[in-house]
């Protein structure tokens, strides 16, 4: 790792130049501050925790990326993050698409939460090399890398729950994708498979909608409108979706859970009210958020000992639709 000594020789400057810009002095010429700025930032030189928050760039920013503004889930998360890190002397700054690509390269704040699982992990991998700190939701990192990965399990909570469907004595399983590529989507998808196949069953059907109410809604008009034999539980991998088909088949005049079963995931408000009510799976987003929020400043500040593997707690609602 590159050290101040090396910044000094590299720029022609002394030891005491380099830490008088890492400290942005303004005794020191504009010239001679951005030649040491940009040798620091070529050889990936970091000074310590302590002096990273006296450098030019400390904003007490934190940058949260998100995919779109929509959906309940993204509310809770974002109002979480934010009382926690404002409770930490942080703002919060949401952010995505172009704007998110631009903010995040001109470092506008001194860390990132990257919940926007479009972004490309080449970029971030680029940036947190500079001492960047980031949070990703992703497991596709490597070992040497310096992305701190902070997933939430939607592998096992659906394992269980399907597990407990095949003990009440079903065998025909449906799963409602959302976003196909999604890790989301995967990892729920994964503990649904693995749960059938311990049981030597196989999915009975598999739609596709799109995370939203409307996806779901239209997924099961057109699996039931062309013929299709409804399996006994559908499992939505989320409460929006789930919705949706609620909506459509007390249009059709099916009947929920008679005729077929359906669990969401989220617990979502909205799933107490619809009828019947949604049988779902709880996981504690609060406390994740609340770990996301503490863990970027810790990796801001420089206390990355104190970062650590966190899983969240989740429990089976059991309502009226199984």
């Not at 990273?52 to 998100?66: G, M, P, Q």
């Not at 729950?161 to 079903?170: D, N, P, R, Y």
């Not at 596709?208 to 499992?235: C, H």
Request: glycine share 6%; aromatic share 8%.
């Amino acid at each position: 790792m590159a050290t101040i000594k090396d910044v000094a020789k590299q720029a022609g400057v002394s030891i005491a130049t380099v830490s008088y810009v890492m400290n942005n002095d303004p005794r020191i010429k504009k010239e001679t501050a951005d030649k040491v700025l940009r040798v620091a930032e070529e050889i990936n030189y970091l000074p310590n925790g302590i002096a990273r928050n006296f450098k030019k760039n400390k904003t007490n920013n934190v940058l949260v990326l998100i995919h779109n503004f929509g959906g309940p889930i993204y509310q809770e998360i974002l109002e979480e993050i934010h009382t926690t890190l404002k409770a930490l002397s942080y703002k919060m700054i949401v952010c995505s698409g172009e704007l998110a690509h631009n903010l995040l390269q001109e470092k506008q704040a001194d860390g990132a939460i990257v919940l926007d699982t479009t972004v490309e992990p080449n970029l971030l991998e680029r940036i947190a090399k500079k001492g960047f700190p980031i949070i990703d939701l992703r497991k596709i990192y490597g070992p040497a890398s310096e992305i701190i990965v902070k997933s939430m399990d939607g592998f096992t909570p659906v394992y269980e729950v399907i597990k407990l469907a095949i003990h009440s004595g079903f065998s025909k399983f449906g799963f409602m994708h959302g976003n196909e590529d999604s890790p989301d989507n995967i990892k729920r998808y994964r503990g649904f498979v693995k749960a059938l196949q311990e049981n030597q069953l196989q999915p009975f059907c598999e739609l596709k909608g799109q995370f939203r109410e409307q996806s779901g809604y239209q997924a099961i008009k057109e699996y039931f409108e062309t013929g299709n034999v409804l399996p006994e539980v559908l499992f939505c991998a989320n409460d929006e979706m789930a919705i949706g088909v609620i909506n459509y088949l007390n249009e059709m005049k099916v009947d929920i859970p008679k005729v077929m079963k359906i669990i969401g995931f989220d617990n979502i408000e909205l799933g107490k009210y619809i009828k019947p009510e949604l049988t779902t799976i709880d996981v504690n987003r609060a406390e994740w958020a609340r770990n996301l929020a503490e863990s970027i400043v810790s990796a801001i500040e420089g206390r990355t000992a104190e970062i650590q593997k966190y899983d969240a707690r989740f429990a089976i609602i059991r309502r009226q639709t199984f």
